[in-house]
Nanobody, 129 residues
């Protein structure tokens, strides 16, 4: 059974940093793309960052987080990360990790789109001004 568990959320002041982790068990992530999505209060879910499965690990970001957020992956640990710097109140949201699969709906950020069939329960990020 595939399990996807996000950790690392919390409450910070504007300008602060957090590092989200997404641990995947029961599944090898090496050959799949991975992504971070978020849903703020009263807002629709949006793609924040995505990393492809190819050797270069191509990445794409939501425009508003470029130069502040960095997505990375450790295939040996089956773990995805999101380093978030200079957090702003508008970054307040529940953050979800999504894992690629052979089946599932297509989701994308920028020019990278892939099937994301496994999702975590989310981790809350709250940024105060």
């Amino acid at each position: 059974q595939v399990q996807v568990v996000e950790t690392g959320g919390g409450s910070v002041q504007a300008g602060g940093s957090l590092r989200l982790s997404c641990a995947v068990s029961g599944y090898a992530i090496k050959h799949y793309c991975l992504g971070w999505f978020r849903q703020g209060p009263g807002k629709e879910r949006e793609g924040v960052a995505i990393i492809d499965s190819d050797g270069e690990g191509d990445t794409e970001y939501l425009d508003s987080v470029k130069a502040r957020f960095t997505i990375s992956r450790d295939n040996d640990k089956d773990t995805l990360y999101l380093q978030m710097n200079n957090l702003q109140p508008e970054d307040t949201a529940m953050y979800y990790c999504a894992v690629g699969s052979e089946r599932g709906d297509f989701y994308g950020v920028g020019r990278i789109r892939c099937r994301l069939g496994y999702w975590g329960q989310g981790t809350q990020v709250t940024v105060s001004s």
